[in-house]
């Protein structure tokens, strides 16, 4: 979609919005990373998973489910609710502006690792391009949120129970989200917590992941997507692209 132009439709108002990197449905880049998951996040429907030898078609399923809510995707400002008196048209506008100062530009080449306790596809490191995936995700965290509602106790709670240091403890009361701007680290998820599978199935997932993203090719980040969960617990859908600068 044209930044000059508004939504086709004005969309029931959802639990939470983000706004995501996301490829464009239809290029390779969407259809295959939203293969690997199992769901389209535009069509709304399901696809069929890689069958992975010596992977039971169950383990990659529950060990996709995770990121398969969400969408295929790289955050660039988490999940929020709008503050009250915020409309989804206001949000469109913000991202729409934000996205016409922001330039496109390519990622780095992208590879398949283990972070933490799940599998992402990353950019490759010391990139030069990184720096601009950095910038463009810090001004989406930071434009973006007065336009979100303040997090809940029980929210803050739940994120302080995972173990924050003090630093990702100041971001998520400034941000509403722990892991922003020198604690961002760009990425893909393409698992869920590997835990819940044997170590062997998880090592035969990681190499078929590696395989599958080998050839994919170069990633254009050229708009910024926003996404909704229409009721919480729901499945993301991916609403609009809001087109960056050339």
Aim: glycine letters at 6%; a negative charge; proline letters at 9%.
């Amino acid at each position: 979609m044209n930044a000059e132009t508004s939504p086709p439709n004005t969309p029931a108002p959802a639990h939470r919005y983000a706004v995501y990197y996301a490829p464009s449905p239809g290029t390779l880049g969407w259809l295959a990373g939203s293969h690997w998951l199992g769901r389209c996040a535009a069509q709304l429907q399901a696809l069929p998973q890689l069958d992975i030898h010596g992977v039971a078609p169950a383990d990659l399923k529950r060990l996709t489910a995770a990121p398969r809510r969400y969408g295929w995707h790289g955050t660039l400002k988490a999940p929020f609710a709008l503050a009250p008196g915020v409309s989804w048209m206001d949000l469109h506008q913000a991202v729409q502006a934000l996205a016409s100062g922001l330039q496109s530009f390519t990622l780095p080449p992208m590879q398949v690792e283990r972070m933490d306790d799940f599998l992402a596809l990353v950019p490759m490191p010391s990139h030069a391009a990184n720096a601009q995936v950095q910038a463009a995700a810090a001004a989406c965290v930071t434009q973006l949120q007065p336009l979100a509602a303040p997090l809940g106790s029980a929210e803050l709670a739940r994120r302080r129970a995972a173990g924050l240091t003090p630093r990702q403890d100041e971001l998520l009361t400034l941000w509403g989200y722990p892991f922003v701007l020198e604690e961002f680290r760009f990425h893909m998820s393409i698992t869920g917590d590997l835990r819940q599978v044997d170590t062997r199935t998880a090592d035969l997932v990681l190499d078929a992941a590696q395989q599958f993203f080998s050839d994919l090719p170069a990633l254009r980040f050229n708009s910024l997507a926003i996404f909704a969960e229409p009721a919480p617990g729901a499945d993301f859908v991916l609403l609009d692209h809001a087109e960056m600068g050339p």
